[in-house]
């Protein structure tokens, strides 16, 4: 009989690995609340990713759509769907980040990096989340959807509020909060996808506002919930990984000398951060058939969690996985997902902290924490830190 664990549990909520590890003893798990089984061994989670015709994304819609959040566009994008209907709006949509398309982006993101990068020189100090994160990633996506910058602050506190979608709301105001950002969200992407028929723009919303799929144009119930998600991907993801990044080497001065010596391990490092302690820690599939996962058996209309962030830890796939190492020599991180539902942005995301690791790394010879660390902001699907804020000695 497989184990259950309370995901909402305050220690599960402060460190999460030590229960992966059990987890992975076990093959399967049960998790509360919700019932769902949580697959966490490197192996089962590649399966359960791989196999669309067992393993339906729409599970992915129970994550981001609780019983106290209907309805909620995020859980109708692609991340949401199966093949066909994922293949040809993937394929839509794919241009947008394809490596010579990213590589366009990257003096805009130079640029903003390094004002960001300046200015907490400047202070001496910096809360990475909102200082450093924000501006580089809501540029970045402000740039892809043409927006106006003053709507920045706005995207930040969507990107916040989906991103604490749980399965039982913290309390009242919390349900009331979410419930209001999902509606202003919606609401304006109503009208920008509205405005982009009226006057195109080379700009991704133009992009799928005239796009074809099989002769017909995509309805704005089909182009929300894929902008709403990006959103919420460019700017949460995005500013996880580059907190983690910075926490990493706020502890471990050993490792900031080495990147600031040799800038070219930067790509490894930031592959090592997101094995190590991805943002993403699980994605949703629900089961279309009576099926067996690690021995045991899983009925048809069951909600299976993949377990990425237990699966990076597997010891099965990974020597020493509890060990922070840039030079391993095994890869294979399943951190932005695996096969067709990958994440379409990681390159992006890549190449966001890449550059901005770049203009911290040569004006900072340590960083120091101050005050208190804040709470994680941990979920079924992501965990992130809320705040990070640093004293830097310039170099």
């Not at 900031?256 to 090592?272: G, H, K, N, Q, T």
């Not at 094995?275 to 009576?290: E, G, I, L, N």
């Not at 539902?341 to 960083?367: D, N, Q, W, Y």
């Amino acid at each position: 009989m497989s184990s259950t664990f309370n995901l909402l549990s305050p220690d599960y909520q402060a460190d999460p690995f030590p229960f992966y590890a059990r987890m992975r003893e076990e093959g399967i798990s049960r998790i509360e609340p919700g019932g769902r089984y949580a697959v966490s061994r490197y192996a089962d989670v590649l399966a359960v990713l791989r196999n669309t015709e067992v393993f339906s994304s729409g599970g992915f819609a129970s994550a981001w759509e609780p019983d106290w959040l209907r309805p909620n566009p995020c859980a109708y994008s692609l991340h949401s769907m199966d093949p066909p209907e994922h293949t040809k709006m993937r394929n839509l949509v794919s241009a947008a980040f394809l490596p010579r398309t990213i590589e366009r982006t990257a003096p805009l993101v130079q640029g903003v990096a390094e004002a960001a990068a300046r200015r907490f020189l400047e202070r001496g100090e910096a809360e990475i989340v909102n200082d450093i994160g924000l501006p580089v990633t809501a540029g970045t996506i402000g740039h892809y959807l043409r927006l106006d910058p003053a709507l920045h602050p706005k995207l930040r506190g969507w990107s916040e509020a989906m991103m604490s979608i749980r399965p039982v709301p913290r309390s009242h105001e919390h349900a009331s909060h979410v419930r209001a950002a999902v509606d202003e969200m919606a609401a304006y992407l109503r009208t920008l996808i509205e405005a982009r028929r009226r006057a195109p723009q080379d700009d991704m919303v133009s992009l799928l506002v005239q796009a074809e799929v099989d002769g017909q144009r995509l309805t704005d119930a089909e182009i929300v919930p894929f902008l709403a998600v990006l959103i919420v991907g460019a700017m949460d993801t995005t500013t996880g990984l580059m907190t983690n990044a910075m926490l990493h080497l706020t502890e471990r001065a050993d490792l900031l000398d080495r990147l600031r010596a040799d800038p070219s391990l930067v790509p490894r490092f930031l592959d090592e951060v997101l094995r190590f302690s991805p943002p993403a820690h699980s994605m949703a599939r629900s089961v279309k058939r009576d099926t067996e996962i690690a021995g045991q058996k899983v009925p048809a209309g069951a909600v299976v969690m993949a377990m990425l962030a237990a699966a990076n830890r597997d010891e099965r796939q990974f020597s020493n996985p509890d060990v922070f190492d840039i030079d391993r020599s095994d890869r294979g991180s399943v951190a932005f997902g695996h096969g067709i539902h990958s994440c379409i942005g990681m390159a992006l995301a890549k190449m966001e902290v890449r550059i901005t690791l770049g203009e911290l790394l040569p004006r900072f010879r340590h960083f120091d924490r101050v005050g208190p660390p804040a709470p994680w902001n941990h979920t079924y699907l992501v965990r992130t830190m809320t705040s990070l804020r640093l004293r830097g000695a310039p170099a």
